[in-house]
């Protein structure tokens, strides 16, 4: 069978889970030397950023607690997950499930190392969130106007003028400031989103002051062609090191999406663990990525991400039974194999 | 340098049926194939002619053989393990014109999946290869565990390549090499495909990739990138992985349609007749789909893709 690796052993609490984990195969960094990661193009490190308490939380209809909020991310905090997105400073009318920004962001243990930024749609959400004790922001823009109106009440241009507010008062106070780009690949309500009006956003976002433009497949409609073409685009624009991809798995095509991203050099992934988060645009179904897959493909591509997929799935695990639903992520689903629950 | 056409062969019928639960009625099958036969879909991998006792969901063979439709342009292959089950196939009674041999790159998963080492089967394969033959009868091969065993762990790419030659050579005029419990990864997929196309035309090749960790599209991609032109699915992802229990199977059909009609990839295949298909099926079956493609759009009374 093969020993098992270390890494695993200490994550597996049931004897009949080890033979079922031959699979999870440990950092790449301790198996296997650097064998032509080089000559592959890919990059040697990913950075992922773990949108599940926020981006999916948000989108699942039952309201978490806040202490299953905090310990959810206190379990993630563990897995070397190196930025963990907690929460939204929204008014609660409009996102009833972020209600509790304030008690999460306080309630949460910080662990050296990891980045916690929250959402932050205007400076009013902006000084909430510093007092809070928020040391990174990120700020929200669409590429599709259509989408802007009906997601945040105001044209492109307005939100953007609302993120400048946003990215200045940042500046002084030294906090770094994320810029999302929504409807990258498409729109749900105009369709097709032309790739230059992706890269005038996302430059539009990035002259302001955000440090990483991350590129969000919002309804998970694009494939590796729509992927290359769009980041072509940006490209021209942005630098690589400052561009992530949040892609939505709606229609199977996320995994493939990020591969073809990180083939571009494309080195900073969004993901939420379990794959928490449905779609709001297309009933029944799935939204963001799982985490605990794209780690997957990105350790057996050789690539280092620092995340321990096992406490990744156990933090999935238990989020899952919190909420009383079966996870998103295939690896979990072949992985955990059900002991009495 | 992606391919301009690839072919999509269909095998949600044999292998996505075999692996669920529920026994389909005869006349379910028969319609899944016709339905299946209308949607652009060159080949559809029918049923197989094996022992009842060892596959029940298989016993209809011969009533589904006699009972579908067969389209012209459409390839309608079928599993035979050996010279028995061949001549059932062939026999006017049934009236097959393509067959299928399971070749496995694990000697463990060999003995415990059909009761004999690797060299053993390849006798047998031999055996109806060359009846094939005789008979102008094309036969395909499958190399499972190509990428990783449920007892034996990581399979050693070169072992695939030679399993894959051992079924060239005596005549199978495609390789199918399948991710059987679907472990496989980019980088694996990659590694396998290398030592493979050393021995075997790029153009015999294809992959069946199992979705059980959610790898599949991106090991299909994979493969497509190094020029692989033929690719297996199975509509609505029909058939679950008996090796983890409540995990998925097979790859989705439609999603895979969905990404090489995002790549601007001609596969000559309906899309959305393919996921009304995957909606029979899954009624039939009092099952949800495993297509996402599916689970995203059967929520329109329109379908816009």
């Known amino acids: 069978m093969g020993t098992v690796p270390s890494a695993l052993k200490h994550c597996l609490s049931y004897q009949h889970l080890l033979k079922e984990q031959l699979w999870i195969a440990e950092p790449p960094a301790a198996a296997h030397p650097a064998q032509g990661i080089e000559a592959s193009g890919l990059p040697e490190y990913i950075k992922i950023v773990e949108v599940g308490p926020r981006d999916g939380l948000q989108n699942e209809k039952v309201i978490v607690p806040t202490d299953t909020k905090i310990e959810l991310i206190n379990q993630l905090s563990k897995t070397g997950l190196p930025a963990i997105e907690v929460t939204s400073f929204v008014s609660s009318k409009w996102v009833p499930q972020m209600a ?12 050296p190392g990891v980045q916690y930024p ?16 928020a040391t990174e922001v990120s700020v929200f823009g669409a590429a599709s106007e259509s989408f802007s109106k009906m997601n945040i009440n105001c044209s492109i241009e307005e939100s953007i003028e609302r993120f400048e507010e946003v990215t200045k008062s940042a500046r002084n106070m030294n906090i770094p400031v994320r810029g999302y780009v929504s409807c990258a690949l498409g729109c749900p309500y105009e369709g097709n989103v032309v790739p230059d009006k992706v890269a005038e956003i996302s430059k539009r976002l990035y002259s302001m002051g955000c440090y990483e433009i991350s590129l969000g497949d919002t309804i998970g409609v694009g494939t590796p062609g729509s992927m290359k073409k769009m980041l072509e685009a940006v490209m021209k624009e942005i630098p690589l090191s400052a561009l992530a991809v949040h892609c939505h798995d709606t229609y199977g095509q996320a995994l493939a999406n990020i591969l073809t991203a990180i083939q571009m050099g494309v080195a900073v992934v969004d993901s939420s663990v379990a794959g928490l988060g449905g779609c709001p645009y297309a009933k029944g179904a799935t939204g963001n990525v799982a985490t605990e897959d794209v780690i997957y493909m990105l350790n057996g591509l050789g690539i280092n991400t620092g995340v321990n997929l096992c406490a990744v799935m156990e933090a999935g695990n238990f989020i899952c039974t ?3 639903k079966k996870t998103n992520s295939k690896v979990a689903q072949a992985s955990f194999k059900a002991v009495s629950t």
Not at 101 to 111: L, N, P, Q, S, T
Not at 120 to 131: E, K, R, V
């Open 100 to 111: 509790d920004h304030k008690e999460v962001m306080r309630g949460i243990e910080r662990y």
């Open 118 to 133: 929250v959402l932050t749609p205007n400076l009013q959400g902006f000084h909430s969130a510093i007092a809070a004790g």
């Open 322 to 324: 919190a909420l009383n």
